[in-house]
Each structure stands twice: as C-alpha cells, then as structure tokens.
C-alpha cells in the first residue's frame, strides 16, 4: 500500500489536456452538444485535434509537453526518430527504468483524449509521486511516441516499431508520405538527425512498461466500470492497393469499353467487407480507409485508385485468412474487368500479451482504490504491442463516452481520467520500489 496515498491534481491535467488540443492543424475548436450533459451548459469544446507527425502542430505539441516535463524536473532525450524519453532519476539509476506513456500525434479530424491521456495522464501520475515525496528505486521514464498513428506513412506505431527492432533502418528511410516525401528529409527538418541503428532498444531496456489510453470501444461505460485491464492486443495489418485501369472522357467513352479503376475498387472494398464479416467472429474487422481517385475530375474516367486498407483481429491466422480472400476476390474482378491490382502489404503484426505480473500489480492498485474493472482485449493497436517485443507490458483502460474515438467528440470524463491516473501512478510505484 502506498502511503500517503498519491492525489491527482485532475483540474490541472484537464487544462493542460484542453491545451494540448488547442494544438492542431485543423480549424479552432468549436463547439457541440454533449449527447450527455457533461457540463452546465450541456455543451462541451470539441476540439478538431490533427497533429500528423512532424507537422508544425506535432513539433508544437511536442514542445509543450516537453516544457511540462522540464517543470517537473524530468531529463529529456530524444532519439533519432524522435521518440522522447522524460526520466524521473531513481535511486539506483543504473537499473532498468519503469516507463508508461503513449503518443500525441493525432490522425486527420480526431479527439482530445486517444494517446495524450497516456502522455500527460503519465505526467500527472509522476507528479502525484513526486507530491506524496514517493522516492522511486528504479527510474521512472515517461515515453512520447513518434507517429503511433499511420496517417503520414501509411504505417502505425512507427517510433515504437522502430524501437522494438520490428522495422529496421533501411525500411524505414523507404517508407513515403503521399507527397513522397522520405523519413530522413522529415526527421531532418523537425531536428531528428542521430543514426536510426540507436532507436531499436536492446531486450530488458525496460523493467516494465504499462500505457494508460481511452478503450475506443463502449464496453467500459456500457458495463458501468471505471477501467480496464488489457490483456492482449489484436493483431493489425495494413496493404496499400493500387487498381490501375484505364481513363478517358467521360461522355465519349462507351460502357462496353471502360475499364474504370474507381468500379473495379468499389467492388474490392466490399469483398473486402465480406471476407471480414464472413469469418462470423466479432474480433475481425477491415476496413478501407483511404481511396484517392486520379486524376479525380467529374469528367474523366477514373484510371488509377489507391486504397488503404486495415485489417485486425485477435487471432493472427483469421486475419491472413481475410487477407487471403481479398487477393483471390482480386483476381476475379481484375480479369473480369480489365484493370491490374497491386497489393503492397505494408504491415501485418502478430498480437501482443501483456505480462501477467504487471497486469497483477494493475489489479491490485485498481483494488486499494476501490475501483471496478475487467481483464479485456486491445482491439485498437497501441505502442504497447511493439514495446511488449523487448519489455513486459501492460494497459490500463478508461472508458470513453459512447466509444467514440478518431472523432471531434471524442470524450473521457474528469473522473474517469483521475481514477487511470491513480490507479497508473499506484502501479508505477510498485514497479519501481
Ligand atoms: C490506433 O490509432 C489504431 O488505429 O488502433
Ligand atoms: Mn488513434
Ligand atoms: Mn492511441
């Protein structure tokens, strides 16, 4: 039991969480009715969060944080992806650190809450340590993610990935933005130039690694408990498809003569839609993201489309097996149709299990708090499950209202963000004594 008993300071992570989303590319937050009353008005700020990474909003969000941690007496360092590391100096520094933390870029039209309650909620529970005069003995290292969201690169979780040694160097420098602009030309110009071969971190890097984030999905608050404890996370996979067809105008081209990419990619995505909702499993899910149409005029056959698909489930086998089914549908709609399908898979990562004495330490602080919870399953992906290749993990989920995440309404109570909070900076206690 840790006593004094640590007391997060909520109103001022709220604020600094209401900052953090003022940060961003997309338009000044507005506002919009709470579908439940949250505040006085019933209205709440919903700000437009998009902070891709190495935008000029990541490197401000960036810096922001960093200030915060600085005014906590954290020591920074950043990798040569960018990847941050705030360490709390422990007693016996030379051991290996204890880290929590998540990310803060942010995909195109999302919330205040996915990632950022795990960077500023790990900042808070440091503090509520540091308050009680709570002394750790292994350091306690909060870790800001590069790029956990794929936006950019097509790619998720690339900081992590990277750190974990599952994508090495060389693939990383090929990987291109839509404007094809490279990793190193980025990385460059937002002030990240060491040696990528540094970013992978050796096996027992960490003693421990435990993320607090939003659950994304509605069981929390529809079963009425205030948090849950990840045991595993379902495995993602992601393909970029190109269907080249052939353009031409679009009142002089005969039917029987078309071969229209944009056609023969609608019919794609819903066999995609089938494979996955043909395994009868809840767990799968696929989804096509991304659809860019060239040369994308009202008046010009469509001759090349470029999709993003993402396809997760918690059994990495069922995965491959929807992934399989839309090749063979490709097949047929390619000779059926006359266009060429290209498939470059672009990742496809098993599932992580998260470390059972960590998920022990989780349950019994959720316990001394008095707090209700379940053991649960990860259908997002995290940092967690790269991290989860050279250190033990765990996660801590807080509800969100209705389950919504990547939206402007994204939403995460005070209480529900103090209770993570508490229950992380209780778990981190123990892991570093
Ligand atoms: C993370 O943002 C995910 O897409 O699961
Ligand atoms: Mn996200
Ligand atoms: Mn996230």
Redesign the pocket.
Known sequence: MLEPTPSVEIRGLMAELETLASISEAAAPSKITAPHKVTASSEIIAPVVTRVVFSNADLRARAYVKDLCQAAGLSIREDAVGNTFCRWAGSEPGLPAVATGS?ID??PN?GAY??TVGVLGGLEAIRALQRVGFQPRRSIELVIFTA??PTRFGIGCLGSRMMGGVLSPEQALALRDRDGRGLEELRTAAGFTGNLKTVALASGHFHGFVELHIE?GPLLEREGLDLGIVTHIAAPASMRIAVEGEGGHAGAMLMPDRHDALAAAAELILALEAAAKTTGVIDTVATVGVCEVFPGAVNSVPSRVLLETDIRDTDASRRDGVLASLRVAAEEIASRRGVRIGFKLINADPPATCDTGILQAVQSATEQSGYTSKRMVSR?YHDSLFVARFAPVAMIFIPCRGGV??RPDEYASPEWIAAGVDVLARTLAVLAS
Do not use: Y
């Open positions: 990310h942010a995909i999302a996915d990632g956990e969201e994304q997002a995440s990547h």
